[in-house]
């Protein structure tokens, strides 16, 4: 039996890596066997002879997995632009064939997988000849999502078009985890009862200011990934 879960955001830089993070260490603190996965990086760190991915590398120190972070990314790109244009300036056309077999050779080693998706929802992968954007990775794999929004003002607008264009193609979603969350705040209460009661899916989760990540409602964290098929 194998799990998995994709986390996807409402915007680039809203937290996708810590949540995935934390998700892992949570995971494994709770004796599950897992580890992460990223099919496309932008913005890698350069050495003086290779290029680093920076988002695995932040996940293996705070899940403290002992993965190679190479390992855990198919395509790694320096720059720190759209994956689409990173891909462009190289020539390099990311395959999904590559990325589900790199998916399903990592995961069998594990019992379950973090994959983190790159930028929001509608993220362009590639954008010359064929058109390739996040939805068609998350579909390869065959993954529903965890989606990933702010507590603050505007997560509303933002949050309801990411969770409308996910249902629109038939992405199934686990659910939203707010980062930041005070609930002594009345905005973040508000944002919260009003996005659950527009979009009918459930905040399920907190990355509250002191970093730790909570479940709403007590729910085991290994009961919020699926069944890999």
Not at 89 to 105: H, R, S, T, V, W
């Amino acid at each position: 039996m194998k799990k998995s879960i994709f986390i996807t955001g409402t915007d680039t830089d809203i937290g996708k890596t810590y949540i995935a993070g934390e998700l892992v260490r949570l995971l494994r603190k709770e004796g599950r066997n897992v580890s992460y996965y990223k099919g496309i990086l932008s913005g890698a760190l350069k050495t003086k002879d290779d290029l680093l991915p920076g988002d695995a590398l932040e996940v293996i120190e705070r899940a403290g997995l002992e993965d190679d972070p190479k390992d855990l990314v198919s395509y790694i790109y320096e720059e720190a632009i759209s994956p689409h244009l990173a891909a462009r300036g190289l020539k390099e056309k990311p395959d999904l064939e590559k990325i589900y077999d790199d998916f399903a050779n990592l995961i069998q080693k594990y019992e379950g997988l973090v994959v983190e998706g790159s930028g929001g929802i509608l993220c362009p992968l590639w954008l010359e000849e064929e058109v390739i954007l996040l939805e068609d990775l998350i579909k390869k794999l065959n993954l529903s999502v965890l989606v990933v929004a702010s507590s603050d003002l505007g997560t509303i607008n933002h949050t309801i078009l990411t969770i409308s264009y996910l249902k629109d193609k038939k992405i199934p979603i686990k659910g939203i985890i707010f980062n930041h969350y005070n609930e002594n705040l009345e905005i973040h209460r508000d944002n919260l009862e009003s996005i659950e009661g527009l979009t009918g899916i459930s905040v399920i989760g907190f990355a509250k200011e002191n970093g730790e990540l909570t479940l709403r409602k007590g729910k085991n964290w290994w009961d919020i990934l699926e069944l890999w098929k």
